[in-house]
């Protein structure tokens, strides 16, 4: 009997430390698995195509506080010189800075512009691969995700599903303007500027029919993050969704940019949604992987490891398609040159976020924007239009 009793024991025993093993173990991969899905929430976030993460460095008081400062070496042909990179916070009188030197008559350089061209369409030329299309694409072919493992097959039922053509071509447009949403904007009255432009790009469907005086009216391009088709239009899977949707988009004419190759999950939601949407004003287009990351990596060789920013994005892309590119509302600082405190956003209260900060290089990418103005490459507005 003391001999059952004690081998009972000992199975009972085996059975709670089987248990709690396994428990543990669900734990630990629970906590990989939302890990993994943080991280991959972060990427969704600048439609990530295949560019790691920047390194960031966590101050010594706050792990919310991260060090932007970093070296821009550039090995482009337009010779960039070594510049330090701006913090998010920086004195008035480097903000003042900026704005004078911005503001000083500008002159195209069109020789240091043509170089660049050349450089960034080494390989797939913007006015052909901007989106992706039954002409730059064949059925029977992939597209490789490039935030997540594997391909996309373009089928005979999705290559139909492609808009023919682009609609861009080798004859490039006269004056493009490229919307960034910082609030340097708001109160700018620079909308009247930025539709002066034959062409108007703008990022992540910021509102403009309430802010026309400051960011313009004019659209032809506009981005939109999958992940919004997703979470805030289910996907246009329902006509509740469709007509929230087709409202919403009432404001934005021309094309609507979304990075749908970025990642298989949110794949089918955008297929569905360019299938179910219906304008004449617009249409969903899906943004050519190969393209982006061909950017990315001209970019990565000056020192941008991050993330592009949609709006940095479409100002390279703007260069190629466009004879004179001018910029707005790329300002990373928390204050105006006057000293007046500004949100992210010339649209909301958002303020700066330290996601924001993980996975985008925006100081950086400023830098970068204002040396290129320098050069006459671009033309960079700050501040109130005149």
Same mark, same amino acid.
């Given at each position: 009997?003391?001999?059952?009793?004690?081998?009972?024991?000992?199975?009972?025993?085996?059975?709670?430390?089987?248990?709690?093993?396994?428990?543990?173990? +669900?734990?630990?991969?629970?906590?990989?698995?939302?890990?993994?899905?943080?991280?991959?929430?972060?990427?969704?976030?600048?439609?990530?195509?295949?560019?790691?993460?920047?390194?960031?460095?966590?101050?010594?008081?706050?792990?919310?506080?991260?060090?932007?400062?970093?070296?821009?070496?550039?090995?482009?042909?337009?010779? *960039?010189?070594?510049?330090?990179?701006?913090?998010?916070?920086?004195?008035?009188?480097?903000?003042?800075?900026?704005?004078?030197?911005?503001?000083?008559?500008?002159?195209?350089?069109?020789?240091?512009?043509?170089?660049?061209?050349?450089?960034?369409?080494?390989?797939?030329?913007?006015?052909?691969?901007?989106?992706?299309?039954?002409?730059?694409?064949?059925?029977?072919?992939?597209?490789?995700?490039?935030?997540?493992?594997?391909?996309?097959?373009?089928?005979?039922? *999705?290559?139909?599903?492609?808009?023919?053509?682009?609609?861009?071509?080798?004859?490039?447009?006269?004056?493009?303007?490229?919307?960034?949403?910082?609030? *340097?904007?708001?109160?700018?009255?620079?909308?009247?500027?930025?539709?002066?432009?034959?062409?108007?790009?703008?990022?992540?469907?910021?509102?403009?029919? !309430?802010?026309?005086?400051?960011?313009?009216?004019?659209?032809?391009?506009?981005?939109?993050? $999958?992940?919004?088709?997703?979470?805030?239009?289910?996907?246009?899977?329902?006509?509740?969704?469709?007509?929230?949707?087709?409202?919403?988009?009432?404001?934005?004419?021309?094309?609507?940019?979304?990075?749908?190759?970025?990642?298989?999950?949110?794949?089918?939601?955008?297929?569905?949604?360019?299938?179910?949407?219906?304008?004449?004003?617009?249409?969903?287009?899906?943004?050519?992987?190969?393209?982006?990351?061909?950017?990315?990596?001209?970019?990565?060789?000056?020192?941008?490891?991050?993330?592009?920013?949609?709006?940095?994005?479409?100002?390279?892309?703007?260069?190629?398609?466009?004879?004179?590119?001018?910029?707005?509302?790329?300002?990373?600082?928390?204050?105006?040159?006057?000293?007046?405190?500004?949100?992210?956003? +010339?649209?909301?209260?958002?303020?700066?976020?330290?996601?924001?900060?993980?996975?985008?290089?925006?100081?950086?990418?400023?830098?970068?924007?204002?040396?290129?103005?320098? !050069?006459?490459?671009? !033309?960079?507005?700050?501040?109130?239009? $005149?």
């Amino acid at each position: 009997m003391a001999q059952w009793r004690i081998k009972r024991l000992l199975q009972l025993s085996v059975s709670v430390i089987v248990v709690y093993g396994l428990s543990m173990l +669900y734990a630990y991969h629970k906590h990989n698995v939302e890990k993994s899905n943080e991280l991959q929430r972060d990427r969704d976030v600048g439609f990530q195509y295949g560019v790691r993460d920047v390194n960031v460095k966590e101050s010594s008081d706050s792990k919310e506080k991260i060090k932007w400062s970093r070296q821009a070496v550039s090995t482009s042909p337009m010779n *960039i010189t070594n510049a330090t990179v701006p913090e998010d916070t920086v004195s008035l009188k480097k903000l003042q800075e900026y704005y004078n030197n911005v503001s000083v008559p500008w002159t195209q350089n069109s020789t240091a512009l043509d170089v660049m061209r050349m450089e960034l369409d080494r390989g797939l030329t913007t006015w052909v691969h901007l989106i992706v299309t039954q002409d730059n694409i064949s059925p029977g072919s992939d597209l490789r995700f490039t935030a997540w493992p594997g391909r996309a097959a373009i089928t005979e039922k *999705i290559h139909a599903l492609l808009p023919k053509k682009s609609p861009y071509s080798q004859k490039r447009i006269p004056r493009c303007s490229v919307i960034g949403n910082s609030g *340097i904007l708001k109160d700018s009255g620079c909308g009247a500027e930025i539709d002066k432009a034959e062409y108007v790009f703008r990022c992540n469907a910021a509102p403009i029919q !309430r802010y026309s005086r400051d960011a313009g009216e004019k659209t032809n391009l506009t981005t939109i993050n $999958k992940s919004v088709l997703h979470d805030r239009y289910m996907a246009l899977k329902s006509l509740e969704h469709q007509f929230q949707f087709h409202n919403d988009m009432i404001e934005y004419n021309g094309l609507l940019w979304v990075p749908a190759y970025a990642n298989r999950p949110y794949l089918d939601d955008c297929y569905n949604a360019r299938r179910t949407f219906k304008s004449e004003n617009s249409e969903i287009v899906f943004g050519h992987p190969h393209h982006f990351t061909q950017v990315s990596k001209y970019w990565a060789a000056q020192g941008v490891h991050g993330i592009l920013t949609t709006g940095f994005y479409l100002v390279s892309a703007a260069l190629n398609l466009c004879e004179e590119t001018h910029v707005f509302g790329f300002w990373p600082f928390l204050e105006t040159p006057d000293g007046e405190t500004i949100k992210f956003h +010339y649209y909301d209260d958002v303020g700066f976020t330290s996601r924001t900060k993980r996975i985008h290089e925006i100081p950086l990418e400023f830098q970068l924007l204002y040396e290129h103005h320098r !050069r006459g490459i671009l !033309r960079m507005h700050i501040g109130k239009c $005149k």
